[in-house]
Protein backbone atom coordinates (compact mmCIF):
# COMPACT_ATOMS: atom_id res chain seq x y z
CA UNK A 1 0.00 0.00 0.00
CA UNK A 2 2.97 2.21 0.34
CA UNK A 3 3.71 2.06 -3.56
CA UNK A 4 4.89 5.12 -5.27
CA UNK A 5 3.06 5.33 -9.07
CA UNK A 6 5.40 7.17 -11.35
CA UNK A 7 3.30 10.58 -12.23
CA UNK A 8 3.78 12.67 -15.90
CA UNK A 9 3.90 16.30 -15.23
CA UNK A 10 0.52 18.12 -17.14
CA UNK A 11 1.18 21.13 -19.11
CA UNK A 12 -1.10 23.89 -18.21
CA UNK A 13 -0.17 27.26 -19.32
CA UNK A 14 3.03 27.56 -21.98
CA UNK A 15 5.38 27.56 -18.64
CA UNK A 16 3.32 26.52 -15.93
CA UNK A 17 3.10 22.80 -15.66
CA UNK A 18 1.79 20.75 -12.54
CA UNK A 19 3.33 17.64 -11.32
CA UNK A 20 0.04 15.44 -9.76
CA UNK A 21 1.74 13.81 -6.77
CA UNK A 22 -1.97 13.50 -5.42
CA UNK A 23 -1.99 10.63 -8.09
CA UNK A 24 1.00 8.68 -6.32
CA UNK A 25 -1.26 6.26 -4.57
CA UNK A 26 -5.09 5.64 -4.31
CA UNK A 27 -5.13 5.46 -0.31
CA UNK A 28 -2.29 8.03 0.76
CA UNK A 29 -1.76 11.38 -1.74
CA UNK A 30 1.34 12.98 -2.36
CA UNK A 31 3.78 14.48 0.12
CA UNK A 32 1.99 12.54 2.95
CA UNK A 33 3.23 9.10 1.61
CA UNK A 34 6.33 10.56 0.63
CA UNK A 35 7.12 11.46 4.37
CA UNK A 36 5.62 8.48 6.01
CA UNK A 37 7.44 6.14 3.83
CA UNK A 38 10.96 5.84 5.48
CA UNK A 39 9.41 6.63 8.76
CA UNK A 40 6.95 3.17 8.04
CA UNK A 41 9.68 1.57 7.45
CA UNK A 42 12.08 2.48 10.22
CA UNK A 43 8.85 1.51 12.64
CA UNK A 44 8.47 -2.01 10.96
CA UNK A 45 12.04 -2.27 11.35
CA UNK A 46 11.65 -0.88 14.80
CA UNK A 47 9.65 -3.85 16.22
CA UNK A 48 7.69 -1.00 17.73
CA UNK A 49 3.72 -1.89 18.90
CA UNK A 50 2.30 0.88 17.41
CA UNK A 51 2.49 4.61 16.13
CA UNK A 52 1.82 8.27 17.89
CA UNK A 53 1.66 11.83 16.16
CA UNK A 54 0.43 15.11 15.82
CA UNK A 55 -2.06 17.03 13.85
CA UNK A 56 -4.95 19.52 13.76
CA UNK A 57 -8.73 19.07 12.85
CA UNK A 58 -8.32 18.74 9.37
CA UNK A 59 -4.91 17.31 9.30
CA UNK A 60 -3.95 15.48 6.13
CA UNK A 61 -1.29 13.61 8.22
CA UNK A 62 -3.41 12.58 10.48
CA UNK A 63 -5.99 11.42 7.74
CA UNK A 64 -2.46 9.79 6.30
CA UNK A 65 -1.27 7.73 9.32
CA UNK A 66 -4.85 6.39 10.65
CA UNK A 67 -4.93 5.10 6.98
CA UNK A 68 -1.49 3.54 7.08
CA UNK A 69 -2.55 1.83 10.56
CA UNK A 70 -5.76 0.24 8.80
CA UNK A 71 -4.06 -1.01 6.09
CA UNK A 72 -0.82 -2.02 7.56
CA UNK A 73 -2.88 -3.45 10.99
CA UNK A 74 -0.62 -1.16 12.95
CA UNK A 75 -2.41 0.43 16.04
CA UNK A 76 -2.09 4.59 15.92
CA UNK A 77 -2.54 7.28 18.48
CA UNK A 78 -3.38 10.89 17.22
CA UNK A 79 -2.31 13.55 19.79
CA UNK A 80 -5.02 16.55 18.31
CA UNK A 81 -4.86 19.97 18.57
CA UNK A 82 -7.49 21.96 20.41
CA UNK A 83 -9.43 20.24 23.78
CA UNK A 84 -12.63 21.62 22.35
CA UNK A 85 -12.97 19.01 19.56
CA UNK A 86 -13.54 16.05 21.91
CA UNK A 87 -17.13 17.54 22.11
CA UNK A 88 -17.48 17.60 18.39
CA UNK A 89 -14.85 15.13 16.90
CA UNK A 90 -17.45 12.87 15.10
CA UNK A 91 -18.63 16.26 12.74
CA UNK A 92 -15.35 16.11 11.84
CA UNK A 93 -14.70 14.30 8.32
CA UNK A 94 -11.10 14.14 8.86
CA UNK A 95 -11.27 12.68 12.94
CA UNK A 96 -14.58 10.34 12.34
CA UNK A 97 -12.43 8.73 9.86
CA UNK A 98 -9.12 8.56 11.54
CA UNK A 99 -11.29 6.79 14.25
CA UNK A 100 -13.09 4.34 11.87
CA UNK A 101 -9.19 3.71 10.83
CA UNK A 102 -8.26 2.84 14.33
CA UNK A 103 -6.49 5.67 15.73
CA UNK A 104 -7.18 6.42 19.05
CA UNK A 105 -7.92 10.36 19.18
CA UNK A 106 -6.10 12.11 22.73
CA UNK A 107 -7.28 16.13 22.67
CA UNK A 108 -4.67 18.52 23.88
CA UNK A 109 -5.49 21.55 24.69
CA UNK A 110 -3.43 24.38 22.49
CA UNK A 111 -1.11 25.19 25.32
CA UNK A 112 0.26 21.73 25.50
CA UNK A 113 0.11 21.02 21.98
CA UNK A 114 2.82 23.98 21.65
CA UNK A 115 5.10 21.59 23.65
CA UNK A 116 4.97 18.77 21.13
CA UNK A 117 8.52 19.13 19.89
CA UNK A 118 10.02 19.97 23.07
CA UNK A 119 12.91 17.06 24.72
CA UNK A 120 10.73 17.25 27.78
CA UNK A 121 7.53 16.70 26.36
CA UNK A 122 8.77 14.03 23.99
CA UNK A 123 10.76 11.99 26.64
CA UNK A 124 7.49 12.09 28.93
CA UNK A 125 5.11 10.87 25.99
CA UNK A 126 8.14 8.15 25.13
CA UNK A 127 8.27 7.13 29.22
CA UNK A 128 4.11 6.84 29.12
CA UNK A 129 4.38 4.75 25.69
CA UNK A 130 7.37 2.85 25.61
CA UNK A 131 6.74 0.70 22.85
CA UNK A 132 5.24 3.69 20.48
CA UNK A 133 7.36 4.94 17.49
CA UNK A 134 6.63 9.07 17.66
CA UNK A 135 6.20 10.88 13.99
CA UNK A 136 6.39 14.70 14.09
CA UNK A 137 3.74 16.64 12.89
CA UNK A 138 3.19 16.92 9.54
CA UNK A 139 5.70 13.51 9.22
CA UNK A 140 8.29 16.20 9.05
CA UNK A 141 11.70 15.01 10.20
CA UNK A 142 15.16 13.36 8.40
CA UNK A 143 13.08 10.65 7.58
CA UNK A 144 9.87 12.38 5.53
CA UNK A 145 12.44 15.04 4.26
CA UNK A 146 14.13 11.81 2.54
CA UNK A 147 11.25 10.86 1.05
CA UNK A 148 10.05 14.26 0.31
CA UNK A 149 13.71 14.28 -1.98
CA UNK A 150 12.61 11.74 -4.55
CA UNK A 151 9.74 13.96 -5.47
CA UNK A 152 11.75 15.39 -7.99
CA UNK A 153 12.84 13.13 -11.10
CA UNK A 154 15.64 13.65 -13.66
CA UNK A 155 13.13 15.16 -16.20
CA UNK A 156 12.66 18.23 -13.77
CA UNK A 157 16.03 19.08 -14.95
CA UNK A 158 14.53 21.57 -16.98
CA UNK A 159 12.80 23.74 -14.84
CA UNK A 160 13.50 26.71 -13.30
CA UNK A 161 11.40 27.52 -10.90
CA UNK A 162 9.88 24.49 -8.53
CA UNK A 163 7.30 26.05 -6.11
CA UNK A 164 5.26 23.87 -3.30
CA UNK A 165 2.79 24.70 -0.38
CA UNK A 166 4.64 25.01 2.94
CA UNK A 167 3.37 23.82 6.51
CA UNK A 168 5.90 22.13 8.44
CA UNK A 169 8.45 22.75 5.45
CA UNK A 170 9.19 19.13 4.72
CA UNK A 171 8.34 18.97 1.52
CA UNK A 172 10.29 22.08 0.68
CA UNK A 173 12.74 20.84 2.35
CA UNK A 174 13.31 17.78 0.34
CA UNK A 175 12.73 19.42 -2.77
CA UNK A 176 15.45 22.01 -1.90
CA UNK A 177 17.65 19.08 -1.37
CA UNK A 178 17.14 17.48 -4.70
CA UNK A 179 17.01 20.28 -6.81
CA UNK A 180 19.87 21.47 -9.38
CA UNK A 181 21.99 24.75 -8.84
CA UNK A 182 20.02 26.76 -11.47
CA UNK A 183 17.05 26.17 -10.21
CA UNK A 184 15.04 28.18 -7.77
CA UNK A 185 12.60 26.31 -5.13
CA UNK A 186 9.64 28.98 -3.83
CA UNK A 187 7.72 28.03 -0.83
CA UNK A 188 4.55 29.18 -0.46
CA UNK A 189 3.38 28.93 3.03
CA UNK A 190 -0.08 28.44 4.17
CA UNK A 191 0.62 29.13 7.89
CA UNK A 192 0.71 32.83 9.41
CA UNK A 193 4.06 32.65 10.74
CA UNK A 194 6.48 34.26 10.99
CA UNK A 195 8.34 31.10 9.27
CA UNK A 196 11.04 29.90 11.33
CA UNK A 197 13.78 29.53 8.69
CA UNK A 198 15.85 28.38 11.12
CA UNK A 199 13.61 24.94 10.75
CA UNK A 200 14.35 25.05 7.19
CA UNK A 201 18.25 25.34 7.85
CA UNK A 202 17.80 22.28 10.13
CA UNK A 203 17.90 20.10 7.04
CA UNK A 204 19.13 21.93 4.19
CA UNK A 205 22.77 23.27 2.94
CA UNK A 206 21.93 25.22 -0.49
CA UNK A 207 20.15 28.40 -0.22
CA UNK A 208 18.82 28.47 -3.75
CA UNK A 209 15.37 28.99 -2.12
CA UNK A 210 13.20 31.30 -1.22
CA UNK A 211 9.91 31.51 1.20
CA UNK A 212 6.79 33.49 0.24
CA UNK A 213 4.02 34.47 3.04
CA UNK A 214 1.78 36.79 0.71
CA UNK A 215 -0.36 33.83 0.21
CA UNK A 216 -1.27 32.79 3.34
CA UNK A 217 -4.81 34.43 3.00
CA UNK A 218 -5.39 35.32 7.25
CA UNK A 219 -3.38 31.80 8.14
CA UNK A 220 -3.53 28.34 8.30
CA UNK A 221 -7.05 26.74 6.90
CA UNK A 222 -8.33 30.31 6.49
CA UNK A 223 -9.86 31.22 3.00
CA UNK A 224 -11.77 33.70 1.38
CA UNK A 225 -14.04 34.08 -1.75
CA UNK A 226 -11.54 35.13 -3.63
CA UNK A 227 -9.82 31.99 -3.01
CA UNK A 228 -12.66 29.80 -2.93
CA UNK A 229 -13.44 31.47 -6.90
CA UNK A 230 -10.23 30.68 -8.23
CA UNK A 231 -9.97 27.13 -6.97
CA UNK A 232 -13.53 26.33 -8.86
CA UNK A 233 -12.12 28.28 -12.26
CA UNK A 234 -9.11 26.56 -11.41
CA UNK A 235 -11.04 23.28 -11.97
CA UNK A 236 -13.22 23.83 -14.61
CA UNK A 237 -10.50 25.26 -17.09
CA UNK A 238 -7.43 22.77 -16.45
CA UNK A 239 -9.36 19.89 -14.56
CA UNK A 240 -7.38 19.95 -12.14
CA UNK A 241 -8.57 19.73 -8.39
CA UNK A 242 -7.00 22.16 -5.88
CA UNK A 243 -7.28 22.02 -1.68
CA UNK A 244 -7.76 25.60 0.28
CA UNK A 245 -5.21 24.48 2.39
CA UNK A 246 -2.31 24.20 0.92
CA UNK A 247 -2.28 23.54 -3.25
CA UNK A 248 -4.93 26.19 -4.14
CA UNK A 249 -3.47 29.62 -2.14
CA UNK A 250 0.20 28.01 -3.75
CA UNK A 251 -1.19 27.74 -7.47
CA UNK A 252 -2.89 31.47 -6.45
CA UNK A 253 0.34 32.84 -5.50
CA UNK A 254 1.87 31.31 -8.41
CA UNK A 255 -0.92 32.68 -11.10
CA UNK A 256 -0.27 35.68 -9.11
CA UNK A 257 3.22 36.19 -9.51
CA UNK A 258 3.03 35.48 -12.97
CA UNK A 259 0.46 38.33 -13.58
CA UNK A 260 2.93 40.39 -12.02
CA UNK A 261 5.97 39.29 -13.93
CA UNK A 262 7.60 37.92 -11.01
CA UNK A 263 9.09 35.48 -12.83
CA UNK A 264 11.33 36.45 -16.36
CA UNK A 265 9.91 34.91 -19.93
CA UNK A 266 10.90 31.87 -21.18
CA UNK A 267 11.43 30.55 -17.62
CA UNK A 268 9.54 27.00 -16.94
CA UNK A 269 7.54 26.60 -13.39
CA UNK A 270 7.20 23.52 -12.12
CA UNK A 271 3.99 23.32 -9.34
CA UNK A 272 4.35 20.53 -6.84
CA UNK A 273 0.58 19.39 -5.98
CA UNK A 274 0.94 17.92 -2.42
CA UNK A 275 -2.37 16.24 -2.54
CA UNK A 276 -4.74 17.36 0.69
CA UNK A 277 -7.86 16.90 -1.25
CA UNK A 278 -9.44 14.86 1.80
CA UNK A 279 -9.71 18.35 3.32
CA UNK A 280 -12.50 19.70 0.98
CA UNK A 281 -14.74 17.88 2.18
CA UNK A 282 -14.35 19.70 5.90
CA UNK A 283 -14.17 22.77 4.45
CA UNK A 284 -17.27 22.50 2.31
CA UNK A 285 -19.24 21.58 5.42
CA UNK A 286 -17.49 25.16 7.23
CA UNK A 287 -18.32 27.16 3.95
CA UNK A 288 -22.40 25.65 3.61
CA UNK A 289 -22.70 27.04 7.73
CA UNK A 290 -21.64 30.35 6.73
CA UNK A 291 -23.91 30.47 3.79
CA UNK A 292 -21.17 30.78 1.83
CA UNK A 293 -19.92 29.41 -1.68
CA UNK A 294 -18.35 25.84 -1.69
CA UNK A 295 -15.60 24.09 -3.35
CA UNK A 296 -17.27 22.48 -6.50
C1 LIG B 1 -1.52 18.65 0.89
C2 LIG B 1 -0.37 19.25 1.60
N1 LIG B 1 0.47 20.03 0.92
C3 LIG B 1 1.51 20.63 1.51
C4 LIG B 1 1.74 20.48 2.86
C5 LIG B 1 2.90 21.15 3.47
O1 LIG B 1 3.91 20.20 3.67
P1 LIG B 1 4.98 20.38 4.81
O2 LIG B 1 4.28 20.17 6.11
O3 LIG B 1 5.98 19.32 4.51
O4 LIG B 1 5.51 21.74 4.68
C6 LIG B 1 0.90 19.65 3.60
C7 LIG B 1 1.10 19.46 5.05
O5 LIG B 1 1.82 18.71 5.52
C8 LIG B 1 -0.17 19.03 2.97
O6 LIG B 1 -1.01 18.23 3.64
Given at each position: ?????????????????????????S?????????????????????SE???????????????????????????????????????????????????????????????????D???Y????????????????????????K??E???????????F????V??G???C??????????????????K???????I?????????D?????????????N?D??KF??D????????LD??Y????M????D????????????????????????K???????????????
Amino acid sequence: MLNIKKVENIEITKNIFVKPEYLINSVISGNKLRKLKYNIQKFLKSKSEGIITFGGAYSNHIDAVATVGKYLKIPTIGLIRGEELAFRHLSNPTLSYAMKCGMKLIFLSRAEYKKKDSKEYLANLKLENPNYFIIPEGGTNLLGVKGCEEILSTNDRDFDFICCSVGTGGTFCGLINSSLSHQKIIGFSATKGPFLKEDICKFVAKSNWDLNEQYQMGGYGKVNSDLIKFINDFNFKYKIQLDPVYTGKMMYGIFDLQKKQFFPKKKKILAIHSGGLQGIKGMNMYLKSKNLNQIK
